[in-house]
């Protein structure tokens, strides 16, 4: 089995895709206006409308109401990735700091409230 990705349900496509265009510094691939998916080399992150899971009804993902997600990028320069985004950011939840495990980090949240996090492992 493989991941294959994780799908943010959101009521304004165009605004997330907007925000992780800015962090991830790629353009979304949009096969439809309701969807949109980041390709990476190592997993994908996809972006859909609401009306994508209407048909889950009242068993369908609520947006902006994820508190248990983190969605991390691996990055080579975390203070760096940090100044480049300074004006997209609008909820620092932690600026670049070194965890106690090492890696280097900086959490923020996106629009819909779902925290991102840039880390860097340390260098052996």
């Not at 691996?74 to 106690?100: C, G, H, K």
């Amino acid at each position: 089995m493989d991941l294959a990705s994780i799908r943010i349900i959101t009521h304004d496509v165009d605004r997330l895709v907007r925000f992780y265009e800015a962090v991830t510094g790629t353009l979304a691939a949009r096969p439809a206006p309701v969807f949109a998916e980041f390709r990476t080399a190592t997993g994908t992150i996809a972006i859909a409308s609401t009306v994508t899971v209407a048909m889950l009804g009242d068993d369908a993902p609520k947006p902006g109401s994820n508190d248990t997600i983190i969605v991390e990028f691996l990055v080579t320069d975390v203070d760096a990735e940090f100044a480049r985004l300074q004006d997209v950011l609008e909820d620092i939840v932690l600026e670049p700091t070194t965890m106690p495990w090492g890696n280097r980090s900086t959490l923020f949240r996106d629009p819909d409230g779902n925290l991102v996090n840039l880390f860097s492992r340390p260098t052996p």
